[in-house]
């Protein structure tokens, strides 16, 4: 598959559309015309990407700071997965290392000579920075090297649109891609007026450019718009599932999340070994036996320096784990990277507002630790993580363990007296809490039990004066609940700093 600028639904230049309007999604109220012979080639395209059915070949070169050079990966090994998962094909990989990024091409003039001779070389008509460039950057690099360039965020951006489903994802990922685009515009077009020699193209150029930056300003706008009622209908929703227990799963792309909510479960959830195959949240219902029914959430997966537009426009569709009474956060253990990927995710809690929510670690994929010595290491880093493989299914049972510890940590011990009479009421009692001890005579049941709030007044209601209610306290005491749970409490937020 050709890398392309605008996959989405609604700006890809593929549908057969004619106007550049129709390219960038504006249907309707269309005023303006092009003056006849001025008509653009390929501006949905502007890169040349359209058309081809070959895989491209692509280059992939990267500054790298001393802060990020890393003694378990080799450089430019994530990207060269997302440049695959994209569907190109990685000619040759190099990396130059530098103190600061270069002002006009990020890494430094010589070495765009070295990209150019070896794109040159291996017949590589596409260039990937593992960088964020600037539009200023990636034109100065364009010019130089005579090839088209890409940064690592609009790549993730392509990949995000080649794999939404839903209206949300799709919607979402329209507005990160515009939002990216529109101060590219200029090199957009300049790249234009290049192929074509620029001859008597400066002016329309210079004026469409302003014409582009009108309507992908109003399309932003109509995003944003469609956007909000989304997360306005999605925290409805939310509000709507009254209180019940909510887990979310977050964690790094491919660690293992949705194949935990399949085995967690019972479900058959797509999972992929692929970065970002989920993008649409999946809420199931995790059952741990009566009266410990949560609901799970499986949603995107989190990158290092992933667009801070993505994140942004994701916003609704993470409301779930902003709103979360429980995140577990999955790791690839058997990743090298594994700690640099917690803490990439925990760095996009942070930014998104759910760095607070209650939080336990899980290292996944044990069964493929081969590593004694990387696994003590994240054991010593991290001493309060679980072990599981959502795979062979080791670990789940004290996983499940924790969350019950969790649920039983918002519930309020009670004892509650019932006549004999009260058969409903002594069913609901048996459904909706946990029962610790109870005791039955002539008169009728007392019985002791954790219930969750909102589940005493139903009771309140069904006993009227026949029975009575004792509220005897929180169910596990703060103070006592590590020594309750085995392992560590699911309440508590695991530590963000090296132990
Ligand atoms: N060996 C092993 N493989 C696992 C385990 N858990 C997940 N995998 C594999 O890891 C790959 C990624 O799993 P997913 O569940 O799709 O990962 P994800 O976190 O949902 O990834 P995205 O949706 O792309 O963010 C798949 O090939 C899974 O089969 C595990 O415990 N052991
Ligand atoms: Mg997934």
Redesign the pocket.
Known sequence: MPLRRFRNRNVDPNRGRTSREERLGIEHGRRYRRPPGTEPERIGDPFGREGRSHRERAVLFGAVFPEEQSPHEAPLTELERLAETAGALVASKLTQRREQPHSSTFVGPGFVETVRECAERTAADLLIADNELSPSQAFNIEKRAGRRVIDRAELILDIFAAHARSREAKTAVELAQLEYALPRLKRLWTHLERQRGGIGLRGPGEAQIETDRRLVKKRIAELRRVLKQIQERKQRELKARGEIFTVA?V????????????ALCGLEQ??????????DTKTALLDLGRPFRALLT?T??FIQKIPHHLIASFHATLAEVKEADLLLH?V?A?HPEAERHIEAVLEVLQQIGAAERPRLLLF?????LADAMHLAHLRRRFPGALE?????GAGLEILRECVIAAMRARMQRVRVELPVAAGAAIAYVHQHAEVIEEHYDERGAVIEARIEPRDLGPLEGMLGESGRIEVLGPAVPPALAPGELAPPPATAAMPTTPA
Do not use: E
């Open positions: 799963l964690g790094y792309t491919n660690a293992g999340k949705s194949t935990l909510l399949n797509k999972t992929a070994d692929q970065l970002f195959a989920t993008l499986d995107v997966g999955v690839d058997s996944n994929k044990v069964d493929l599981i493989s959502a795979r062979t």
